[in-house]
């Protein structure tokens, strides 16, 4: 986000003679440089969601997760949890944004100490 940042306060104080489209290519470079798979030069496309989560990440934890029976009252201490700050969902489900937030969790191998059944891990950002 930074080099992004810089260039287009150098466009804005016209530094350089700086145009957009020169802040385009510099950020494109460096994202290649570092993901060459992932941002490919020429005509190639790239995800956007991809360029979202590149851009806007953090080490910051945005989100607190625990681990909880599915059975029984065991739970784990909450813990730091960095879900990025760029949500993308990867299939096509027909629920609303809302419930699909509320329901960000999965079952992980774990067995409960207490009951022997399956551990689930849910995910809660913060706001
Ligand atoms: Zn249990």
């Known amino acids: 986000m930074k080099p992004l940042a810089s260039g287009f306060k150098k466009y804005l104080m016209d530094v350089d003679d700086i145009s957009l489209e020169d802040v385009r290519d510099i950020l494109r470079k460096r994202l290649h440089a570092k993901h060459p798979t992932e941002f490919p030069t020429g005509a190639a496309g790239a995800s956007v969601a991809g360029l979202a989560t590149r851009i806007f990440h953090t080490n910051t934890a945005s989100a607190s997760a625990s681990v909880e029976c599915t059975q029984c009252d065991y739970e784990e201490d909450l813990v730091d ?47």
């Open 81 to 127: 949890h960095n879900l990025g700050l760029v949500l993308h969902q990867m299939s096509n489900r027909s629920e609303s944004t809302g419930l699909w937030l509320k329901n960000l969790e999965h079952h992980t191998s774990k067995k409960c100490p207490d009951c022997s059944q399956p551990l689930r891990k849910l995910r809660v950002l913060k706001c």
